[in-house]
């Protein structure tokens, strides 16, 4: 019975992940090398693929800073009350309970050009909506429970009483921070920007609704594969795809070479 069930995981693993990472591969490939290379080099492509890399940084960036900083106030901070806690926690969880659509059109509602903020930003030369900003926006909605949920634990499992030694011997909080606290949780934060950049990466649903997919303007990658398919477009669709789950992949790949190299030493 245990052999029919690894069996039956292999035989969903394939069906579900190797067959596409094939199908892909093998679309992109389809006007062999030139068909892959046109579909690269257009301007849709080189200006999508610079925007979602820009996207990428400053969401991993904000992600990372904030969301370090959250965890440690949720799991160390004393003066926060437990149903603050409690209710900072919700907050956290709230991407993973809602959809992506529905985060971007809670973005459009609040700050688009028809909302009261909105308006006041495009006033002062500040475009939110349907431009880089909201796509921004709409990236670390989706992505800001990532880095928390991948720090917490750790800090729960090492505890605190490093911490508050360093502390009353009189180590300021920075020192005690970066001296303590960081190579403890580091390799959490490192898995947490990963997990971060690959969900980056494909972001499709809240981007879409905030950006308004405008070729060469507001286009990302994903959004831009959405379009070629649209367009029966298929080889250059498949060829952005091959590039997006090849970094992904590869930067996963490396984080776990990294490990077990860490483990080793």
Do not use: C
């Not at 409690?86 to 969880?93: C, E, H, L, R, T």
């Not at 070629?228 to 477009?233: P, Q, S």
């Amino acid at each position: 019975m245990k052999k029919l069930w690894i069996s039956l995981t292999y035989l969903v693993f394939i069906i579900l992940l190797i067959i596409p990472v094939i199908k892909i591969f093998t679309g992109a490939w389809a006007d062999g090398w030139s068909g892959f290379a046109d579909a690269l080099s257009r301007k849709q492509s080189i200006h999508a693929l610079m925007m979602t890399g820009i996207i990428v940084v400053v969401v991993t960036a904000i992600n990372t800073v904030f969301g370090v900083m959250l965890a440690l106030y949720l799991v160390r901070a004393s003066w926060i009350s437990h149903r603050m806690k409690q209710f900072m926690n919700s907050i956290v969880d709230l991407p993973f309970a809602v959809s992506p659509v529905i985060g971007g059109l809670m973005i459009v509602l609040l700050l688009g050009p028809s909302s009261i903020m909105g308006a006041f930003f495009e006033d002062i030369g500040f475009k939110v909506v349907y431009a880089l900003p909201g796509m921004i926006l709409a990236t670390l909605f989706v992505t800001f429970p990532l880095m928390v949920r991948e720090v917490m634990p750790v800090l729960q499992e090492i505890g605190s009483q490093q911490e508050e030694a360093a502390s009353t011997l009189g180590a300021y909080s920075w020192y005690t921070f970066w001296h303590v606290t960081w190579p403890s949780i580091r390799w959490g934060v490192i898995y947490g920007v990963v997990l971060t950049v690959a969900r980056s990466l494909g972001e499709f649903g809240a981007v879409l609704v905030v950006s308004g997919n405008i070729m060469n303007k507001t286009q990302t990658a994903t959004t831009l594969v959405y379009q070629d398919v649209e367009n029966f477009n298929v080889v250059a669709a498949n060829s952005i795809a091959l590039v997006l789950a090849a970094f992904s992949v590869g930067l996963l790949l490396l984080m776990e070479w990294a490990k077990k190299r860490k483990e080793v030493h």
